[in-house]
């Protein structure tokens, strides 16, 4: 089993910058690819991005692409999502998740692909 806790949400303004982290325990992530999704209000859940388990590679959807960085550090079993130049429509519950697979763009988007999600953290966005 592994349990993930996000951390780092917060209010922030339109352009403002902030850094979640994903910490794992009960076993190491270092097999693992990492995910980020975030639910909206009245939204449904939606990828953001993905790490692969060597942290070699990664993806992310295009609404994010330039602007959050996705990096992890398995010394600390802990994920990180590095968010700039914040858009009032980035306002969502932010979780992060993990699954035992092989990294392509068609799977790491899916949500039923992913074995354990953290609680979320909220973040919200003022114009």
């Known amino acids: 089993q592994v349990q993930l806790v996000e951390s780092g949400g917060g209010l922030v303004q339109t352009g403002g910058s902030l850094r979640l982290s994903c910490a794992a325990s009960?076993?190491?992530?270092?097999?693992?690819?990492m995910g980020w999704f975030r639910q909206g209000p009245g939204k449904e859940r939606e990828f953001v991005g993905a790490?692969?388990?060597?942290?070699?590679?990664?993806y992310y959807a295009d609404s994010v692409k330039g602007r959050f960085t996705i990096s992890r550090d398995d010394a600390k079993n802990t994920v990180y999502l590095q968010m700039n130049s914040l858009k009032p429509e980035d306002t969502a519950i932010y979780y992060c998740?993990?699954?035992?697979?092989?990294?392509?763009?068609?799977?790491?988007?899916?949500?039923?692909?992913?074995?354990?999600w953290g609680q979320g953290t909220q973040v919200t966005v003022s114009s």
């Open positions: 009960g076993r190491t992530i270092k097999s693992y690819t």
């Open positions: 998740a993990a699954a035992l697979l092989v990294f392509n763009p068609v799977v790491v988007v899916t949500t039923t692909e992913y074995d354990y």
């Open positions: 790490i692969s388990w060597r942290g070699d590679s990664t």
